[in-house]
């Protein structure tokens, strides 16, 4: 597993060395450059100190006035750098020299403690010597923490005729015209040499080089505070966009960043806002989308349940006209039908013959039973109308129900070339349900039956038994459903009939009564040959989700089912 | 009771009910009137003797509900048929009015005549004991009837 390293640390990180680097470079180079200046400034004090000696010393040289020459070196010793010097003549003999006793070194550590006072003494001397001997014109010689100056004395040939008048001018007049004067009028008559200690300079480089490093840490401590505030405060926007964005992941719509900055943070914060608003926005779209299709499904089926209940109604208002229209003359027939029988059973009827009377009243009788099948129609009808959820489940002879509602589709079938064939179960135990609605629901598959059948044909109604349910086959030798239909064909408003002539409405609302009754429905179909609609109620009695009959209460028919 | 003919009012607004039951119920004996509507039908109450009425449910100007109401408000003992021409719509009449039968169109005729003579042979409260009074002691009334 690799570590994550935020974006942070990194940016923190990366500008604090770059800082450092940067840092450390700088002193090298101003510690470099410090430390030439202290040098090149000892190296020019030392110069001019040489310088200004060899001129002091030319008329005292020239004399050999030692004491003078004493007196101008005491003056040379003044400066702590300086360990020796000394005057020397054209031979190389030293006039006068002054060496700093070696305590005083000891004390101020500019020589290690095992340094004696002739040890020291003698290497000045021996180097002293060495460099006047050499032929060396360089402004200085440096050797073993020392430097060396060494400047010839001389007197200028034009010139030496004013010495003793000029004294006082002497060594300033010289001085300025020293330029312009050539080397070849010039005549060595000895030499000033300063010998001064480098331990001073070093020392002071030292510090500076101490304190540099000092500032530098400090410089970079107080830069990388500063770098990392910086970033933290710039970074701490992309970082609170980061958990935004994984609210808004999440589904938190709501969040906000703050975009108060005005800089390319703050446009994406700006942008992460109103990006995170388009978002919400078109989620309440979506969300009102789905309650609407919601609404929609719902509407439907109220509106589903309103053109049922108003074709019921309707139905129930019809039904109810057509009893009360038909069962006045109805049951003129039927009354003086039975009149007339009675009649002829006394043979109180004149002008008919005693072989006939059986023959006629057999006429009437007939009237009378066919008047008695149109009241059971009439009363049939009605039933039907009835069919809401005001009825109670009741126990159901289903065979009853299936026969009563046959018996209204009979006569529309008798017209057509449509042979209906029954095959009742016997013995069948009842189910729990609701008359108009079985009948209802047997009317919707029988009439979609008849539809399906474009010329002639044959529905076939049965019944069985089937463990704890109680089976109503409708099969027909109709067009049948294409497979893509079949989930379909239940939907409320499907149909694939005429304008007027389906409104899609008859197997929703079957299979809703059902189910209202704990039954299911079925279909098995294939197109061209025909379809089966399968009704299955449990047995009254038995848990709908029973699959395990309960042998003993009730009883299994393996019988042949009946014919029609 | 001896269940000898009596006057018999049908009231139906169907011109074929009324007479298919004048016809049948006259030659058994019975004295017949007959009214078109509750209306006409209750005026004919005070014409005459009426033992028992046969009426239809539905029916112009007084429908047979109301006619019950005010055949009651006459005489609470009064036999009547209610003939129903819509089966399940069951018309209200009181629950404990034992003097009230229904019959549904279309009826059969020995039905209706065992109707008729059900109600007319049934215990009746006594009228010599129809005080307000006598009320509360239905029966006695039953045992005398028996
Ligand atoms: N027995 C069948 N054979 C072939 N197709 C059928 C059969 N039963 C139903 N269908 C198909 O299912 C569709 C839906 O049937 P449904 O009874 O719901 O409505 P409908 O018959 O079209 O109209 P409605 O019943 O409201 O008059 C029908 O249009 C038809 O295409
Ligand atoms: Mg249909």
């Known amino acids: 597993m690799t570590m994550r390293i935020g974006l942070q640390k990194r940016a923190i990180t990366g500008i604090s060395l770059l800082l450092m680097a940067l840092a450390v470079s700088l002193m090298w180079i101003s510690l470099y450059q410090g430390s030439d200046q202290i040098r090149s400034q000892l190296l020019k004090r030392g110069r001019v100190a040489a310088d200004n000696l060899a001129y002091n010393a030319t008329y005292p040289t020239v004399i050999r006035d030692t004491a003078s020459l004493g007196d101008f070196l005491d003056g040379i010793m003044a400066e702590k750098e300086v360990l020796y010097c000394g005057i020397f003549d054209d031979a190389g003999t030293s006039l006068a020299e002054r060496l700093r006793p070696v305590f005083m070194l000891h004390e101020l550590d500019v020589v290690e403690s095992d340094v004696t006072e002739e040890g020291l003494h003698n290497m000045l001397r021996h180097t002293v010597a060495d460099v006047i001997a050499s032929d060396d014109h360089r402004e200085y010689v440096e050797y073993e923490g020392m430097v060396y100056f060494q400047v010839p004395i001389h007197i200028d040939h034009g010139s030496s005729d004013e010495l003793g008048s000029e004294l006082g001018l002497y060594g300033l007049g010289g001085a300025l015209d020293e330029s312009a004067t050539s080397e070849d009028n010039r005549d060595v008559i000895g030499a000033a040499v300063i010998g001064m200690t480098t331990h001073y300079i070093e020392e002071t480089i030292a510090d500076l080089r101490d304190n540099m490093i000092w500032i530098t840490a400090l410089a970079i401590l107080i830069a990388m505070v500063i770098v990392s505030v910086v970033v933290r405060l710039s970074i701490r926007p992309i970082n609170e966009l980061v958990v935004a964005t994984g609210r808004v992941a999440g589904g938190d719509y709501d969040c906000k960043v703050r975009e108060g900055r005005n800089d390319e943070i703050g446009d994406l914060a700006r942008s992460f806002n109103t990006m995170t608003g388009d978002l919400k926005k078109s989620r309440d779209a979506l969300v009102e989308k789905e309650l609407l299709e919601a609404l929609v499904v719902e509407l439907r089926e109220t509106q589903e349940q309103l053109v049922q209940a108003g074709k019921l109604a309707a139905l129930g208002q019809l039904a109810a006209g057509v009893a009360h229209e038909i069962n006045n003359p109805l049951a003129g027939i039927m009354g003086y039908a039975q009149l007339l029988t009675e009649k002829l059973r006394r043979r109180e009827v004149e002008g008919i013959s005693a072989e006939e009377v059986p023959k006629i009243t057999s006429y009437v009788e007939n009237m009378e039973k066919q008047s008695q099948r149109c009241k059971q129609i009439v009363q049939n009808l009605l039933k039907f109308a009835r069919a809401s959820s005001k009825e109670e489940m009741v126990d159901v002879d289903i065979n009853a129900v299936v026969r009563e509602t046959l018996a209204l589709v009979d006569h529309q079938l008798s017209q057509s070339n449509i042979t209906l064939e029954t095959r009742y179960a016997d013995h069948l135990p009842p189910i729990r349900g609701q008359e108009g609605k079985l009948q209802q629901v047997i009317t919707n598959i029988v009439i979609n039956a008849m539809q399906a059948i474009e010329d002639r044909g044959t529905i076939t109604v049965s019944s069985e038994l089937d463990n704890d349910r109680v089976l109503v086959r409708v099969a027909d030798t109709g067009v049948g459903i294409p497979g893509e239909n079949l989930d379909k064909v239940f939907e409320p408003f499907f149909t694939t009939k005429d304008l007027g002539r389906g409104t899609g409405l008859g197997l929703s609302v079957t299979y809703g009564l059902v189910h209202d009754m704990g039954g299911e429905i079925s279909i098995d179909s294939t197109v061209g040959v025909g379809t089966t609609f399968t009704l299955a109620f449990p047995v009254a009695g038995v848990e709908p989700q029973r699959a395990v009959p309960r042998n003993g209460t009730i009883e299994r028919t393996s019988q042949p089912l009946d014919g029609p | ?146």
Request: proline letters at 7%; zero cysteines; charged letters at 30%.
């Open chain 2, 1 to 146: 009771m001896a269940s000898k003919p009596g006057h018999i009012l049908i009231v139906d607004d169907e011109l074929v009910i009324r007479s298919l039951l004048s016809e049948m119920l006259s030659e058994e004996g019975f004295t017949v009137a007959t009214a078109s509507d509750g209306q006409s039908g209750l005026e004919m109450m005070n014409d005459g003797q009426v033992d028992l009425v046969i009426s239809d449910v539905h029916m112009p100007v007084m429908d047979g509900s109301k006619l019950v109401t005010e055949l009651r408000k006459l005489n609470p003992d009064l036999p009547v048929i209610v003939m129903n021409s819509i089966p399940d719509r069951d018309i209200t009449t009181p629950a404990d009015d034992r003097a009230i039968a229904t019959v549904n169109k279309p009826f059969d005729l020995h039905e209706l005549r065992s109707t008729i003579r059900r109600l007319r042979n049934r215990p009746r409260i006594n009228p010599v004991h129809r005080t307000k009074s006598a009320l509360g002691r239905p029966r006695d009334a039953a045992r005398d009837a028996l």
